[in-house]
T-cell receptor, first 112, second 112 residues
């Protein structure tokens, strides 16, 4: 079964604006990761936040994690056309080192 | 540095024909290996994963199978393809105990 669910499914914003995507999950996790996928390509790891962290930054990316609500958000500030892609959250369940489960993704389109 | 290869990049096959997709990883040892399928505009569905040579875990019962004949080689097969097997197939690797997962470029399979 799917562990992570992103919303919205699709998002279009003007270049320069901030983009926020959300992810909800079901079970207790060790960490939560965000990945990016350009059209027709493989996924690329962006950022990881551990279950004992509440916020993490990497360049123009800001990730938050609320384990009480089992949710996370990814904020991309000052969006650029090159940020157009699909973004996925992924979770690794507690005591399960063998696999990571991905959500359905948010398709982000940055308008020029 | 580590590299992951998938081939072929694209494939068009008739219904009922066999399938063999190959994935190889370079620059690391004893990785966990994964096969995912992604329908158009959708999320990733975990098909198979392997934590070692000859060890295959199946997530979704279907007419596909996987094998790991060597430490860094992962093969996805089918004896008879169905129309519903069309999709974008992604191979990925991850070191046991690590979190980030690294994806190959994918194979676009169209079954006609």
């Amino acid at each position: 079964s799917q562990q992570g669910e992103e919303d919205p499914q699709a998002l279009s914003i003007q270049e320069g604006e901030n983009a926020t995507m959300n992810c909800s999950y079901k079970t207790s996790i060790n960490n939560l990761q965000w990945y990016r996928q350009n059209s027709g390509r493989g996924l690329v790891h962006l950022i990881l936040i551990r279950s004992n962290e509440r916020e993490k930054h990497s360049g123009r990316l800001r990730v938050t994690l609320d384990t009480s609500k089992k949710s996370s958000s990814l904020l991309i500030t000052a969006s650029r056309a090159a940020d157009t892609a699909s973004y996925f959250c992924a979770t690794k369940a507690m005591n399960r080192d063998d696999k990571i489960i991905f959500g359905k993704g948010t398709r982000l389109h940055i308008l020029p | 540095s580590q590299t992951i290869h998938q081939w072929p990049a694209t494939l068009v096959q008739p219904v009922g024909s066999p399938l063999s997709l190959e994935c190889t990883v370079e620059g690391t040892s004893n990785p966990n290996l994964y096969w995912y399928r992604q329908a158009a505009g959708r999320g990733l569905q975990l098909l198979f994963y392997s934590v070692g040579i000859g060890q295959i875990s199946s997530e979704v019962p279907q007419n596909l199978s996987a094998s790991r004949p060597q430490d860094r080689q992962f093969i996805l097969s089918s004896k008879k393809l169905l129309l519903s097997d069309s999709g974008f197939y992604l191979c990925a690797w991850r070191l046991a105990g690590a979190s980030a997962q690294y994806f190959g470029p994918g194979t676009r399979l169209t079954v006609l």
